[in-house]
Structure formats: C-alpha cells, structure tokens
C-alpha cells in the first residue's frame, strides 16, 4: 500500500481565499483523522471519521473550517475564508478498526496564507 | 483531561551518546502510549507503543518501558547516529476512536 496521500503538500494562497486539502487514507482503516501542526500549539485533533461519519468536530477553530468524507477513499478539509493564522502544516491519518493497531500518518500539507 | 508532557528541546548529543527523553502522561483508564518521530519535512512515523503496564516496546535500537506507577514512558537509545536527528512525539490514545494525545516534541540533534 502506498500509505496515506496528501495533496497538495505545499499550498500558498491570499487571504480570503477557500483552500481545499485533500486525504487518501489506507484502503481498508475504518478510521480518519485531521491534525494540525503548528510551533505555538503543537499537534491538535481538528476532526475524526469513523467509516466516513464524522465522529467529533470539536477541534475545528472555527465555522471558517470544515471537513468532508464522501466515501471511504478520501477526505477533503476546507478553509473558507483563510486567514494568516491559518498557516500551519495540516495531517491527516487513518487507522484499523483494530484498536491496538496504531495510526499511520500522510506526508503532510505546508498552508500559507498571506 | 488527557495530556502528555514531554522534555523540552533541542537536545544536543555527540554520535554514540546515550539518548533519554522523558514523558509522563495523564490520563482516565489505560492509555496505550506511543513514541512517534518527525525527520525534516517528512510527516510522523511510529517509532514503538506499549498498550499495557509493564510493556516495553522497541525499535531501531530504541526502547520505552509503560510505567503505569510513575505514569512515564520515557525513551531511551544507548549509541545514537546522525541519522537520529529528528523530533520524537510522545503520546497516548485512550479512547476506542484511537485518537491520539501528543506532547510538545522534542528536537533530538545528533553531531558527528
């Protein structure tokens, strides 16, 4: 298996505009999760699906944020409009029904808003 | 709620040094615990979890020990390499859903 796949990995956009990320988790993990990275607060859970249901949205900063799991192969996180202190390093990872078994992370997507 | 508390960084050591990151956690019922390392640019790999007291998990010459009485998992290796040059993540996931509780990370530089 590939892993998990984000896209893009780097994004660069104006504030005001809408950014869509985008999450390809392991085919087969029943679970997905959102993370985002930055240096002040660190890792944050923003949202979870459990077989494409949102699970608990109480991590997303704002009504500016919002994620989509249309089936069991992709994510979408969006941020509509950004805003500067949106810029960070946004995960996403899935895992097993399995809860033994541990998270496996994509690759990461670098926003920029400026 | 859960929280995890990690030494903070950069730790600096010279190749073949001993490396200790401590971490102490928080938390209702029995967590598993997790070590996780972030090399540049790259996103978070497993390194080793322990899901119950007593557990010692181990990787790449890396160890961690759940100790439930003193609420630690600290990580230990006995020769690092340059290429342990990265930021380790210590957390927990204490619930069903798997969702995971990370500590601040601490920058691990390794010089030649």
């Known amino acids: 298996d590939a892993g998990v796949i984000q896209s893009p990995r780097h994004e660069v956009t104006e504030m005001g505009q809408e950014v869509t990320l985008r999450c390809k988790p392991i085919?087969?993990?029943?679970?997905l999760f959102w993370y985002r990275q930055t240096m002040m607060r660190g890792l944050e859970l923003l949202i979870y699906f459990n077989n494409n249901v949102p699970i608990d949205d109480s991590g997303m900063p704002e009504d500016r944020f919002s994620a989509k799991m249309p089936n069991a192969s992709f994510s979408t996180l969006k941020i509509q409009p950004s805003e500067p202190r949106d810029s960070a390093v946004y995960f996403c990872?899935?895992?097993?029904?399995?809860?033994?078994?541990?998270?496996?992370f994509g690759q990461g997507t670098r926003l920029t808003v400026v | 709620g859960d929280s995890v508390t990690q030494m903070e960084g950069p730790v600096t050591l010279s190749e073949e040094a001993f490396l200790t990151i401590n971490c102490t956690y928080t938390?209702?019922?029995?967590?598993?615990l997790f070590w996780y390392v972030q090399y540049p640019g790259e996103g978070l790999q497993l390194l080793l979890k322990a899901t119950k007291a007593d557990d010692k998990g181990s990787n790449k010459g890396f160890e961690a020990t759940y100790r439930k009485e003193t609420t630690s998992f600290h990580l230990e290796k006995g020769s690092v390499q340059v290429s342990d040059s990265a930021v380790y993540f210590c957390a927990l996931s204490a619930d069903s859903w798997g969702k995971l509780q990370f500590g601040a990370g601490t920058q691990v530089v390794v010089t030649p």
């Open positions: 085919s087969g993990h029943d679970y």
């Open positions: 938390a209702t019922g029995y967590p598993s």
């Open positions: 990872a899935s895992r097993p029904r399995d809860r033994a078994l541990e998270a496996f």
